[in-house]
């Protein structure tokens, strides 16, 4: 550590004496064209060599500082402060459009559910205010968004959570390609821009959550691709369907 610092404390004076015989070489150079008395040269030079110290001296002083500061107790605090800062900026940023997007969002999750009713066994209700009548949350994780919807039950659903997701995000997809979705772009990147990314029943509210991602960012993809990652290993991955007349 401590031939570390004379290293360092080497290479700034090496630089300082480098940087002086340069304005030296600089300062001759002038008085080879302009006639400048000899006192008058050695005082350019005491001066500039004044400079370069109170310079070399500053750096070194703001190098001890940064060093004693990054080893001092507050400075964890201060880093802690300074990430939570930008997160809270950049989750700011990313929620401004939920407001845009989470009503066009409702409307076709609940079209999606009265439509499919039947083999869901879910009633969404008579229009889309049954679903979320308290209002939807956006929630920010994964570096994006996501869509809280809450639909009162009046009885458990009748199939689990997972395979109810998974028939949801097969309407959704369904929809999609047949309808779209009303005041937003139904794909993004040649991906559907819609997906279930959870499905949680709350027993003691009696509520039925559905957690929508929305893509419309290259993060927003990313989470996608994590989410059918998680939910569709490669191992599990759906065959392509092979038609008599391609044998």
Same mark, same amino acid.
């Given at each position: 550590m401590?031939?570390?610092?004379?290293?360092? $404390?080497? %290479?700034? #004076?090496? &630089?300082? =004496?480098?940087?002086?015989?340069?304005?030296?070489l600089i300062i001759a150079d002038e008085a080879g064209s302009v006639p400048i008395p000899l006192d008058v040269l050695f005082?350019?030079?005491?001066?500039?060599?004044?400079?370069?110290?109170?310079?070399?001296?500053?750096?070194?002083?703001?190098?001890?500082?940064?060093?004693?500061?990054?080893?001092?107790?507050?400075?964890?605090? $201060?880093? %802690?402060? #300074?990430? &939570?800062? =930008?997160?809270?900026?950049?989750?700011?940023?990313?929620?401004?459009?939920?407001?845009?997007?989470a009503p066009p969002l409702q409307l076709f999750l609940w079209q999606t559910l009265y439509r499919n009713r039947l083999v869901l066994g879910i009633d969404p209700g008579s229009d889309m205010r049954s679903l979320s009548p308290h209002g939807w949350r956006a929630v920010y994780r994964n570096n994006t968004v996501y869509y809280v919807f809450e639909l009162v039950m009046k009885n458990a659903p009748g199939q689990g959570e997972k395979i109810l997701q998974q028939l949801v995000n097969q309407f959704i997809t369904a929809e999609l390609l047949n309808y779209g979705i009303?005041?937003?772009?139904?794909?993004?990147?040649?991906?559907?821009?819609?997906?279930?990314?959870?499905?949680?029943?709350?027993?003691?509210?009696?509520?039925?959550?559905?957690d929508v991602l929305y893509v419309a960012s290259d993060k927003a993809a990313a989470a996608l691709t994590s989410a059918w990652e998680r939910d569709f290993p490669k191992a599990a991955a759906p065959e392509m369907d092979v038609f008599d007349d391609e044998l």
């Open positions: 401590k031939n570390s610092k004379k290293r360092e $404390l080497f %290479t700034v #004076l090496m &630089l300082m =004496l480098l940087s002086l015989a340069l304005m030296a005082v350019n030079i005491f001066l500039a060599f004044v400079g370069e110290i109170v310079i070399a001296a500053f750096t070194i002083l703001l190098i001890i500082c940064v060093h004693w500061y990054q080893h001092h107790p507050s400075f964890e605090a $201060l880093e %802690t402060s #300074l990430h &939570l800062f =930008l997160a809270k900026k950049r989750q700011n940023i990313a929620l401004k459009n939920a407001q845009y997007i009303d005041g937003l772009p139904s794909f993004y990147n040649g991906r559907t821009a819609i997906y279930l990314d959870r499905l949680i029943y709350d027993d003691v509210r009696h509520v039925l959550m559905f």
